[in-house]
């Protein structure tokens, strides 16, 4: 069955960004001229999802003004000439089906994509963590919906992280299959021991998952840090019916870590059409007076 269907997570507290996120969903945050969600929701259109479920939770309502329309902006806009920037805001408002609902209570990530359960019936789908933006030729979550296509299994976006940092992600068991595709049949959400650790492989930010996940994770309990982990659930799927690990092209940046939100904004100007080469002689200029 084709993948249509996306669900975004964006309703975690974002205790990391703050005090940025205080108010502001971490989501919001602007990488250069658009916020993160934004590249998110346009990976998912590039990939071939149709329509999409945004989970949020109170106070993240200027989720959904900025995927609707705005007919005094439109207007003013049009009426002053800024044709260009008219055309920008109505095309990405018509991207997809944009859908929201709220997760009542903040009780971790694998019950926010719970929340998706009517949304998503009986098909394969796909989730794009909210605070994960990738960015690269080939998008991420197309890579992962083309390795559910031939091996037809759910799939787990993963690469390769630092041996002092697996404590803070999830760790696989993940043998190779082909090119940059692996069978992985168990996992752990933040290991707690070195002896815990399966591998390095960690799953960042993407994943199609097939329906019987939402059984499962009616019977999840709490795990690390008291939530809900989705990390819990997919391990039976793992256990079972095994899943596929693509180790995707494309970079990642983490917006729920404030290193990460840098690291996106100057990489994703230093590529932008008409700010990258002005940005370049600046940051040029910064970098001379560090040395
Ligand atoms: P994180 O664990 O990174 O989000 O969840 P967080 O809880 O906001 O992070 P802290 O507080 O800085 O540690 C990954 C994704 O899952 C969503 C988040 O919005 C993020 O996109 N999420 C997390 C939910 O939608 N609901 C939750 O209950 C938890």
Do not use: W
């Not at 018509?94 to 609902?101: G, Q, S, T």
């Not at 009986?122 to 979550?141: R, T």
């Not at 760790?171 to 591998?199: C, G, H, I, R, Y």
């Amino acid at each position: 069955m084709k993948v249509t269907k996306a669900v975004i997570p964006a309703a975690g507290l974002g205790t990391r960004v703050l005090p940025a996120t205080k108010s502001m969903p971490k989501e919001m945050l602007t990488i250069v001229d658009k916020p993160a969600i934004q590249y998110i929701v346009e990976e998912a259109v590039n990939s071939g999802i149709t329509d999409i479920l945004i989970i949020t939770n109170r106070g993240k309502g200027i989720i959904e003004d900025h995927f609707d329309r705005s007919p005094e902006l439109e207007e003013r806009l049009l009426a002053t000439g800024k044709k260009d920037a008219y055309d920008e805001i109505v095309s990405f408002s018509r991207l997809a089906n944009i859908f929201f609902i709220r997760q009542k209570e903040t009780k971790g990530l694998g019950h926010a994509v719970n929340c998706a359960r009517n949304f998503v019936g009986n098909e394969p789908f796909a989730v794009l963590y909210g605070d994960d933006v990738i960015i690269g030729d080939d998008p991420a979550c197309a890579q992962l919906i083309r390795a559910y296509e031939q091996f037809g299994k759910s799939v787990v976006g993963i690469k390769s992280v630092p041996a002092a940092d697996i404590h803070k992600y999830s760790s696989l068991k993940a043998e190779p299959l082909q090119d940059n595709l692996f069978s992985v049949t168990d996992m752990v959400e933040k290991p707690k021991t070195p002896e815990a650790v399966l591998s390095l492989y960690s799953i960042l930010g993407r994943c199609v998952l097939t329906p019987d996940i939402f059984d499962i994770l009616d019977e999840t309990l709490p795990g690390a840090g008291g939530e809900i982990q989705l990390t819990d659930a997919m391990r039976t799927l793992a256990r079972s019916t095994g899943m596929t690990g693509v180790d995707f092209t494309g970079k990642r940046y983490d917006m729920g870590d404030k290193l990460g939100i840098l690291q996106a904004t100057v990489e994703i100007a230093l590529k932008h059409p008409q700010l990258g080469e002005p940005f370049a002689a600046y940051l040029k200029e910064i970098v001379a007076g560090l040395a």
